[in-house]
């Protein structure tokens, strides 16, 4: 099985209208990308099912946020189980964007993450430093903490069945990417993690993504490393042409 995923994290953009003829330019490219990258793409709650039921076969769709509840008094929230009954079978957890403004811990992270997995939801478990972490020389650390915090408690295959994106917080939409070399040391530590928390077995099969400012001009240098497994893309994600191009330069 293939370790390669592209996916696009569309935030809090678009309208309807639009979101349909994104979709619709997608689908009909849907048809040349390559046959082992998975892509996936997360629109906002709103749209989800409308879109789920109109993108080519190869194409995935993935909510941005679930709550770690099955149901009940939760105004406003979305529980991983009503994703599922909705055939939405991936969710981005933890995203620096939900940890900075919506109070996202570890332990809440963890308690979706064992959410989406008791309901057979991919979980995209985002991880990554913040700009001091790194100048400070901190980034293992954060990580390690942040990747052992939402994943605690999992199964070897448990462990097995997530994706984990890992999104240097001072890249993400600030235009500065990490280089392919600070993202292939940091997969590679993920990695050596991982197998530390499930097996190396487990470890060799969980795509892990690299996020922040990826786009067609850096993509492919990023995506030749071989422990970044593909991307979590942004504002590149939110236009064909280039989210095309990204998943081509595989
Ligand atoms: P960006 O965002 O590609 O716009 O930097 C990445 C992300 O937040 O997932």
Not at 25 to 39: G, Q
Not at 176 to 193: G, L, M, N, P
Request: hydrophobic share 40%; with cysteine; proline share 3%.
């Amino acid at each position: 099985m293939s370790r390669k995923i592209v996916a696009g994290n569309w935030k809090m953009n678009k309208s309807i209208a639009e979101t349909h003829a994104l979709v619709q330019e997608l689908n009909e490219m849907a048809r040349a990308w390559p046959s082992d990258v998975k892509v996936i793409i997360s629109p906002p709650m709103l749209y989800l099912t409308q879109v789920a039921v109109n993108v080519e076969d190869n194409l995935h769709v993935a909510a941005q946020n679930c709550h770690a509840e099955k149901s009940g008094a939760y105004t406003g929230e979305v529980s991983a189980a009503q994703l599922k009954s909705s055939e939405i079978n991936f969710c981005i957890l933890g995203h620096s964007e939900r940890r900075q403004y919506f109070g996202e811990t570890d332990a809440s992270v963890n308690a979706k993450v064992k959410s989406c997995l008791a309901e057979g939801v991919t979980p995209i478990v985002c991880i990554g430093e913040l700009l001091e972490e790194r100048e400070t020389g901190k980034e293992f650390t954060i990580v390690e903490a942040q990747l052992r915090g939402g994943l605690k408690g999992l199964s070897s295959a448990e462990i097995e069945k997530c994706i984990v994106a890992y999104e240097p917080v001072w890249a993400i939409g600030t235009g500065k990417t990490a280089s392919s070399d600070q993202a292939q040391e940091i997969h590679a530590f993920i990695r050596t993690k991982l197998a530390e928390l499930s097996s190396q077995e487990a470890a060799d099969k969980i795509s892990i993504l690299y996020g922040g400012s990826c786009k067609p001009a850096n993509s492919k240098e990023i995506f030749s490393k071989p422990d970044v497994d593909g991307g979590l893309i942004g504002g590149a994600s939110l236009n064909a042409s280039d989210f095309n191009a990204l998943i081509n330069s595989y």
